[in-house]
């Protein structure tokens, strides 16, 4: 028997099987109903809550106030995640204090959402590396001079953090995929990738010399950012998502000091980011 034949029998004979179901079904009055997943349905509905690690680029940081204009030439910064304990983590009142992650989320048609979150990453200048330095300081003090050179970073010159909140504020679209699902689709595995953008409002906390430092959010600039990752769904409603992010941050409005003095920064940079969250999915239709 030739494959022409054997694909031919095949065929009458799903569709044999297919019909005969269906009558007996009509003959005892029972229907077969298989729940899809909401996982990644039109009209799903879902929300997220995570930590995240962060690795930065170096990057120049260009500051100026009205006795100063320095620029710090390829610095070296670092995230500072928390002491995984239940204390820092799941405490309702201490639930922000570590770099995390909040996302929700609407699917606009199958396996397409679109998202908004937030992404508090935390950015900490390494201390005491050495950096070129390049500009003038005229503020009375042991630093006052005209720089053009490797120096020291001294905790008593510069320390800058942006450690109550590299905050991006971003709106994303999604795509997931399917990788497996259980036949009453109560387990489902898919893949994602997406990307966005949105506004960076980071809570510097920033103190050089004598001045008072701040420490108060503000708009300092933008960002962009794209991403792939895993989500595990189970039971239709409660999912995991494992995912990794690169994006591109540009800062050119970073407050400096306190309200009423003036000095602002401006710096940008590639950064990397790996997320774990948890949440749930729920489907309206």
């Known amino acids: 028997m030739n494959l022409r034949k054997i694909t031919v029998l095949f065929l009458v004979l799903m569709g ?3 019909a005969f179901t269906q009558v007996n079904n009509v ?4 229907t077969r109903t298989v729940r899809k997943t909401s996982a990644n349905r039109k009209g799903s509905v879902f929300a997220y809550w ?3 690690r962060g690795a930065y680029t170096n990057s120049t940081l260009k500051i100026k106030g009205e006795d100063y204009d320095l620029t710090l030439h390829k610095l070296k910064a670092k995230d500072r995640p928390s002491n995984v304990s239940l204390y820092n983590y799941l405490r309702a009142d201490r639930i922000t204090i570590p ?10 048609k199958d396996d397409l959402a679109i998202t908004i979150g937030i992404d508090h990453m935390k950015y900490v200048m390494v201390q005491n590396q050495v950096a070129r330095v390049t500009g003038v300081v005229e503020h009375e003090g042991k630093y006052k001079s005209v720089y053009n050179g490797n120096m ?11 450690t109550d909140g590299l905050n991006y504020v971003n709106v994303e679209l999604e795509k997931l995929g399917n990788i497996y699902k259980s036949p009453d689709e109560k387990v ?3 893949y994602l990738y997406g990307g966005g953008a949105g506004i960076m409002v980071p809570r510097t906390n920033t103190t050089f010399l004598d001045y008072d430092r701040n420490d108060r959010f503000h708009l300092s600039g933008f960002g962009t950012s794209v991403k792939g990752g895993i989500q595990v769904t189970l039971l239709r409603k409660l999912s995991f998502r494992f995912e990794t992010k690169a994006g591109y941050i540009n800062m050119p409005d970073i407050v400096l000091h306190k309200k009423g003095i003036k000095g602002r920064g401006k710096q940008d940079f590639v950064y990397a980011q790996a997320n774990a969250m948890i949440g749930a999915v729920y489907n309206f239709n």
Do not use: M, P, S
């Open 152 to 162: 020291v970073i001294a905790d008593d010159f510069l320390k800058f953090e942006h």
């Open 188 to 190: 489902h595995v898919g």
């Open 50 to 52: 995570g930590w995240n």
């Open 27 to 30: 003959v005892t009055g029972t």
């Open 16 to 18: 044999t099987t297919r």
């Open 99 to 108: 770099q995390t992650n909040l996302r929700v989320g609407y699917y606009l």
